[in-house]
C-alpha cells in the first residue's frame, strides 16, 4: 500500500487536528510532512485543511478527500484479505466494536475459536455508545459493530438481532436466587450495580421504574464486568445485564442470572451487522457469520 502512504499522512493529520502532532506520531519532519500536504494541495487545486492557532481542520473539500481515502484503504484492505483467502493463508484483520452494554466473555470466547481455525488473523476491539459506533462505522475504522437499541441509525445494515430480555445477577446466596422470575421491585429492595446514564439497558430500567413508580438507585455505578463478577460475591448486590454478558461465563457455578419480569421491562435487542453498502473485508465477513450462527444458536 506504498502507494496510498502520502494519502495515509493525511488521515494521521486529520486524527490528530495538527500537522506538528502528526509529524510525530509518523516519526518525521514537521516541514516534511507539510511539503507532502502543500504537494497535494497543490495538485488538486484546493486546500485541504484550515490552518488555526490551535492546528489544522479538515475544510469541506478536504472531508470529502479523506473520506474517499478511507474508501481506497478499506477496499484494499478486502482485495487483500480476499487474495490471502484465495492462497489459503486465511489471513487478514477483524475490526469490530462493542456496545457498553454488551460485553463479557462471549466474545473473546468467539474469536479464540475464529482463531483456532484462523490462527493468522488479528483482532482489534472497541467499545462505545451508539453515537460513536455510527462514526466509526462511517469512517471505516471498524468493519462490524454490535449494538443494544441502537436509536435511529439508517445506514446500519442489520445482519441479525437478538432478543435480550434483561436480566438479574446474584449471588447464589441471594434471597432472590431461587425465584424462576424477579419483579423490579423487588430488586429495589436491593444495592444495585448498574450501567451508565447514557447506556441504553439504563435507559430501559429507568424507564420502567418511573413508568411503575419505583425508586431505583445505583449502590454502584459501571459498565465493567469484571467489576460485576467482584460486587457479586456477596449475597445482597443484584447487577442487571442482558443475557449475552452471562453468556459462556465461568462463574456459573457462584453466580446465577433470573429474568426480569417482561411486565416490568421491556424486552431489547442486540443488532449485529456493518455500514450499509460495505463490502466487508473476507476475515470479517466470515468472524460475522460464525457470530450469527452463535447468536442464533443461544438466543433465537
Sequence with gaps: ??????????LEIAKAGSIRKAADVLAITH?????????????????????????????????????????QVSDMARVKSRI???????????????S?????????????????????VTFE????????????????????????????????HVAHAVKQPLQASVSNSHPLASQPKVRLYECAEYPLILPPVESS???????????????????????????????????QHISIQLPINHSGT???????SIDLEPRDVATGFLFAGYLKGRTLPVASARFLEQIVA???????
Design 1 to 10: 500500500m506504498r502507494h496510498l502512504l502520502p494519502y495515509l499522512y493525511l
Design 31 to 71: 516541514s516534511a510532512l507539510n511539503r507532502r500536504l502543500l504537494s497535494i494541495e497543490q495538485e488538486l487545486d484546493v486546500q485541504l485543511f484550515e490552518r488555526l492557532p490551535s492546528g489544522v481542520r479538515p475544510s469541506t473539500a478536504g472531508e470529502i478527500f479523506l473520506q474517499h481515502i478511507r474508501s
Design 84 to 98: 490471502a483467502d484465495l492462497s489459503g493463508m486465511r489471513s487478514g484483520n477483524v475490526s469490530l466494536l462493542l
Design 100 to 120: 457498553e452494554d454488551a460485553q463479557g466473555p462471549f466474545w473473546p470466547e468467539q474469536i479464540e475459536n475464529y482463531q483456532t481455525k484462523f490462527p493468522m
Design 125 to 156: 476491539i472497541r467499545t462505545s455508545t451508539r453515537a460513536d459506533a455510527e462514526l466509526a462505522l462511517k469512517n471505516h475504522s471498524v468493519d462490524l459493530a454490535f449494538l443494544f437499541e441502537p436509536r435511529s441509525f439508517a445506514d446500519f
Design 201 to 235: 439497558v439504563r435507559r430501559f430500567v429507568s424507564a420502567a421504574a418511573l413508568k411503575s413508580g419505583i425508586n431505583l438507585k445505583a449502590s454502584i455505578t459501571s459498565n465493567n464486568p469484571a467489576t460485576f463478577q467482584h460486587c457479586l460475591s456477596d449475597d
Design 250 to 256: 465461568e462463574h456459573e457455578d457462584c453466580h446465577r
Design 294 to 300: 452463535e447468536l442464533a444458536l443461544q438466543f433465537d
